[in-house]
Antibody
Framework: QVQVVQSGAEVKKPGASVKVSCKTSGYTFTDYYIHWLRQAPGQGLEWMGSINPRGGDTKYLQKFQGRVTVTRDTSISTAYMELSSLRSDDTATYFC??????????????WGLGTLVTVS | EIVLTQSPATLSVSPGERATLSCRATQSISNNLAWYQQKPGQAPRLLIYGASTRATGIPARFSGSGSGTEFTLTISSLQSEDSAVYYCQQYDNWPPWTFGQGTKVEIK
């Protein structure tokens, strides 16, 4: 069965960076995009970026361009999201989710439990 | 960027009654719409994709309909465990993949 396991909660100071990991299992890692989304306390869901694990190509929400970097390590079926220059409004739960086999059918069936990042 | 607007913001329904949630897109997205359920402290759960196809394991009381710009999620007979926030998401025009702001379903 597909599993998506994220790293634990983080507390960071303003201006610092955070790197969250997302380890997957139960399927061929390079067959499915990995996406990163976030949810501020009491707010809705926001897509941040994605990576094609096969080729490493990425897509980012424009508001995060230059601050977010999504990478992957195919040898351990793990994706990473690094967010720099943290601000208080980056306090949120960050989710990774597996996309579909085809990028044009990107809805999110498999999610990690989320990683709470607190900037204070 | 496609903006999704969900209504109402909060819906209070008695157990056994029908709940109808709406999602409207700023331009046509064909049937490229998904619905999710999210309970406090949990990740979202995929309910519906392709506007009307239930995901694996989703009870038949959840149904989706619509195409173009108007979509509906219906819970035919509300159960206590259906208390949650429901989000729609479009995957027609990307990036970015966008979500509605959510509808909170409360049990009356």
């Amino acid at each position: 069965q597909v599993q998506v396991v994220q790293s634990g909660a983080e507390v960071k100071k303003p201006g610092a960076s955070v790197k969250v990991s997302c380890k997957t299992s139960g399927y061929t890692f390079t067959d499915y995009y990995i996406h990163w989304l976030r949810q501020a306390p009491g707010q809705g869901l926001e897509w941040m970026g994605s990576i094609n694990p096969r080729g490493g190509d990425t897509k980012y929400l424009q508001k995060f361009q230059g601050r977010v970097t999504v990478t992957r390590d195919t040898s351990i079926s793990t994706a990473y999201m690094e967010l720099s220059s943290l601000r208080s409004d980056d306090t949120a739960t960050y989710f990774c989710a597996r996309g579909g086999l085809n990028i044009w059918e990107t809805y999110f069936k498999n999610w990690g439990l989320g990683t709470l990042v607190t900037v204070s | 960027e496609i903006v999704l607007t969900q209504s109402p913001a909060t819906l209070s329904v008695s157990p056994g009654e029908r709940a109808t949630l709406s999602c409207r897109a700023t331009q046509s997205i064909s049937n490229n719409l998904a619905w999710y359920q999210q309970k406090p402290g949990q990740a979202p759960r995929l309910l519906i994709y392709g506007a009307s196809t239930r995901a694996t394991g989703i009870p038949a009381r959840f149904s989706g309909s619509g195409s173009g710009t108007e979509f509906t999620l219906t819970i035919s007979s509300l159960q206590s465990e259906d208390s949650a926030v429901y989000y729609c998401q479009q995957y027609d025009n990307w990036p970015p993949w966008t979500f509605g702001q959510g509808t909170k379903v409360e049990i009356k």
